[in-house]
């Protein structure tokens, strides 16, 4: 029986290939964005947090926090860097809106040096800290627009929306050290 081997070779590659693919796709969730929606199901703001995240196609299938946290630090990162150069661009409106846009480019540096460079820390408890002190510092623009009359503005606006970035960094990034930890 001449071509036994030849068959019985190609079974068995069959078989090899067919528990390495169903190996490797173990490791990786089947159903499309089922941690992000875990994951946001718990997020006080839970559209937010789909928004955010759905944004990047590498959610889909992500399987740890750590990919999670590193999508919404970059989409964060993005959509703020934009609010501050809109901030730098404005030429017209009131003396309190103009006078607050300036006081606020250092807040928001700030903001987008803390959400560039926390992933870096060596403790990981202290991302989470790197962006709720972040936090502060949008507090800190909107006590300048409250101050200077311009709270009815778009900075306030802007302040919530950067402010949802931080919350949802901050709790994103201590769902990623616990999940480390254990
Ligand atoms: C901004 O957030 C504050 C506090 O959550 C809220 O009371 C206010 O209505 C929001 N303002 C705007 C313009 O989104």
């Given at each position: 029986?001449?071509?036994?081997?030849?068959?019985?070779?190609?079974?068995?590659?069959?078989?090899?290939?067919?528990?390495?693919?169903s190996?490797?796709?173990?490791?990786?969730?089947?159903?499309?964005?089922?941690?992000?929606?875990?994951?946001?199901?718990?997020?006080?703001?839970?559209?937010?947090?789909?928004?955010?995240?759905k944004?990047?196609?590498?959610?889909?299938?992500?399987?740890?926090?750590?990919?999670?946290?590193?999508?919404?630090?970059?989409?964060?990162?993005?959509?703020?860097t934009?609010?501050?150069?809109?901030?730098?661009?404005?030429?017209?409106?009131?003396?309190?809106?103009?006078?607050?846009l300036?006081?606020?480019?250092?807040?928001?540096?700030?903001?987008?040096?803390s959400?560039?460079t926390?992933?870096?820390?060596?403790?990981?408890?202290?991302?989470?800290?790197?962006?709720?002190?972040?936090?502060?510092?949008?507090?800190?623009?909107?006590?300048f627009?409250?101050?200077?009359?311009?709270?009815?503005?778009?900075?306030?606006?802007s302040?919530?929306v950067?402010?949802?970035?931080?919350?949802?960094?901050?709790?994103?990034?201590?769902l990623?050290?616990?999940?480390?930890r254990?």
């Amino acid at each position: 029986m001449p071509s036994l081997p030849i068959s019985n070779i190609f079974i068995t590659l069959t078989v090899v290939s067919v528990i390495f693919v169903s190996n490797v796709a173990d490791d990786v969730p089947k159903i499309p964005y089922e941690l992000v929606n875990n994951v946001c199901k718990k997020q006080w703001n839970e559209q937010f947090c789909l928004e955010v995240l759905k944004s990047d196609t590498r959610s889909e299938f992500a399987k740890d926090m750590t990919t999670l946290t590193a999508i919404a630090l970059n989409v964060a990162t993005k959509r703020v860097t934009a609010t501050r150069d809109c901030f730098l661009e404005v030429k017209i409106g009131s003396p309190a809106v103009l006078k607050s846009l300036n006081d606020c480019i250092d807040p928001y540096n700030f903001v987008i040096t803390s959400f560039q460079t926390c992933l870096k820390e060596d403790d990981c408890s202290l991302i989470g800290y790197d962006i709720y002190i972040a936090g502060d510092e949008v507090r800190r623009c909107q006590k300048f627009a409250d101050s200077n009359g311009a709270h009815d503005s778009f900075i306030t606006t802007s302040n919530n929306v950067t402010q949802d970035y931080c919350w949802l960094g901050e709790s994103l990034a201590n769902l990623m050290c616990n999940e480390i930890r254990s």
